[in-house]
């Protein structure tokens, strides 16, 4: 019989982090209502909502968000068909994060999360108040059943983020633990808590591989109420949802329905919320920004535009170059291209400022990689030194900077330089390779319309190199299926990171992932340096050696030109009809619109100002 110590450590000075768990001596085996990363939880077992709610805020009303596209299925856990927004809020999890901390994970079907000290299994004991829509108690079963069906049938993602769980098994009524394969892997824990849980009865007998518009049965705190296929999905709030009173939930899922009406065109849309079809947009394009919303509505307080800082790593967003493609194989190739892209005299004149720079993966967070390398930085890169590039070890990474004039004839030469020496010369204007006659010629593949505009002043600067970029625009389901089977050249794509980052680094860009249909390597990365340092950063026992792990695996990114970075911001970016109530509190990860509430009196007044106005 195991001698078990309850530790319960108080406030000890303003900020200080809480700890309460239950330790299992003999074993240091802890069990506890949540587990974080590294560190202690900030909030003790009693507490009683996050911080960063409001647990008093009113519940109802309804709000509508735009969505672009269309939908043919809502099963999001699969490769096939295009997911309804709004598909996974029917379904809980068993924890829930923080969004207040860099990464940790509260219980929500789970009441405890019991791990040793070297976290190699991890169990959870669920709530035996949990429940689905149907009546019928979540079960172990169902969480053994989800995990197979996801590892099997889901989105290759699946197959990556849990690759590393051995075994799954009842354990007790209500407990399963999941036994994790040899090798530090401290995050596995916190990612088996993420784990959407489904319902084995409902889809025992349906073919889960398959798209469907048939509502399936979900647990969470809203269930699919009406579907218009490809037009708009409603979903309504569930008044006896069972975990409507836990610290966890309190003061979230505060609108009685939500709904997506769906729009094929950006423009349409935008004009679509400025009219009032709908009443909350979070944008994406600077210009829209800039001068988009000059409207009366504005101006008379009826709509609001408002900016939110936050601290989350920004991640990446730029140029992605398919390697799959034998013209981009080369990475001086890659650098070379990365010339054309006039970041500063796009921002001047097409962001109207908003932007900064992009150089890192890891952008806006203590992640990135700036500098030269750290001695334990070195300590992690010079077992690759000859396999990775040497100015990882000798020079910080930039991107190519210009003066914003327009004239990049400077770069231009630096950027001809790199190709001739990679074989690429000069013919009848052409950029052509000296051993084979392959041209340099490639297509940029977008989805959105808007980006078109962004996308051109780089072809024209490509042209100068002799380098044909054509680019094409494609509906949203063409472009998720070309996705799906690497089936591009050149895309803009947008690789977002956590404050914690772990396992999915495997499924960006690792080499397994390079190969697998629907996974998230899409630009092909297949680089036993950059695997092992992935591994180096999963197995970080601690923050700083997390850090550390982290920057290597940046610094490495950065020289390898995968991308050419296009840019970023530290807020979001968001305009709303005045009919909401918001929390007091912004916490790291920024802006949590689902802690937001319609405010009966605001929007009343809202109503009686658009009746006066005739709007």
């Known amino acids: 019989m195991f001698r078990k110590i309850t530790i319960a450590l108080g406030t000890i000075s303003l900020g200080m982090f809480l700890l309460a768990t239950t330790i299992t001596a003999d074993e240091g085996v802890t069990s506890g209502h949540g587990i974080a990363m590294h ?57 829930t994060p923080a969004a207040d901390e860099p990464f940790s994970q509260y219980g929500l079907l789970a009441e405890s999360i019991t791990t040793p000290a070297d976290r190699s299994w991890v169990e959870f004991t669920l709530r035996p108040e949990a429940r689905w829509h149907d009546g019928v108690s979540v079960s172990v079963e169902d969480v053994i059943w989800t995990f197979n069906t996801l590892r099997e049938q889901g989105r290759p993602f699946f197959r990556f983020y849990y690759g590393s769980v051995k075994k799954v098994e009842k354990t007790g009524e209500r407990s399963v633990r999941f036994s994790f394969a040899p ?15 489904l319902p084995k009865h409902y889809w025992e007998g349906r073919d889960f591989d398959k798209t469907t518009l048939e509502a399936p049965l979900g647990s969470g705190p809203y269930r699919i109420k009406e579907v218009n296929a490809g037009r708009s999905i409603t979903l309504e709030r569930v008044d006896d949802y069972w975990g409507k009173d836990l610290a966890v939930i309190k003061g979230h899922n505060n609108f009685g329905t939500i709904r997506y009406d769906y729009y094929r065109d950006t423009n349409v849309m935008l004009e679509a919320f400025k009219a009032g079809e709908f009443d909350y947009r979070s944008e994406n394009q600077s210009k829209t920004w800039a001068t988009g919303y000059d409207i009366p509505a504005v101006r008379d307080g009826l709509m609001i535009k408002d900016t939110i800082a936050h601290q989350r790593s920004t991640g990446m967003q730029g140029f992605a170059f398919n390697t799959r493609r034998d013209m981009f194989a080369d990475s001086r190739v890659r650098h070379a291209l990365s010339y054309a892209f006039d970041f500063e005299w796009s921002n001047d004149h097409l962001f109207y400022g908003q932007y900064t720079r992009t150089r890192s993966y890891f952008d806006n967070s203590e992640l990135a990689a700036t500098g030269l390398p750290s001695a334990a930085e070195l300590d992690l890169l010079e077992p690759y030194r000859g396999q990775i590039p040497e100015d990882v070890f000798t020079t910080e990474f930039n991107p190519p900077k210009n003066d914003g004039s327009g004239n990049v004839r400077t770069n231009l030469r630096q950027a ?35 980006f078109e505009r962004i996308v051109l002043p780089f072809t024209q600067n490509l042209k100068k190199l002799g380098v044909t970029a054509t680019v094409r625009i494609v509906d949203s389901a063409q472009y998720v299926r070309r996705m799906d089977t690497f089936d591009f050249d050149v895309i803009v794509s947008s690789v977002g990171q956590s404050l914690s980052p772990g396992n999915e680094q495997r499924s960006y860009w690792g080499a397994e992932a390079a190969t697998m249909e629907g996974g998230r390597n899409l630009i092909g990365i297949q680089d036993p340096a950059i695997d092992g340092l992935i591994e180096s950063l999963i197995a970080a026992p601690d923050r700083e050696a997390l850090v550390t792990a982290t920057r290597a695996l940046d610094r490495v990114l950065q020289w390898g030109h995968w991308m050419i970075p296009q840019w970023h911001i530290a807020y979001d970016r968001i305009a709303y009809w005045d009919m909401f109530g918001r929390p007091a509190v912004i916490p790291t990860r920024g802006n949590q619109v689902l802690t937001w509430w319609v405010d009966p009196e605001k929007l009343e007044a809202l109503n009686q100002k658009r009746s006066s106005s005739g709007g």
């Open 183 to 197: 090798g530090e892997n401290r995050e596995l824990p916190l990612i088996l808590g993420q784990l959407s849980i």
């Open 39 to 95: 560190g202690d939880l900030k909030y003790a077992e009693d507490f009683k909502h996050f911080e960063y709610v409001n647990p008093d805020a009113p519940k109802g009303g309804l709000v509508r968000f735009g969505a672009q596209g269309s939908y043919d299925s809502l099963n999001p856990f699969i490769v096939s068909g295009t997911p309804a927004s709004g598909a996974g809020f029917i379904y809980d999890s068993l924890t």
């Open 416 to 450: 001809g330089k790199l190709l001739r020496a990679a074989g690429w010369d000069i013919k009848d204007g052409k950029r052509v390779h000296n051993e084979t006659g392959q041209e340099l010629a490639f297509e940029i593949l977008l989805v959105s319309p808007s």
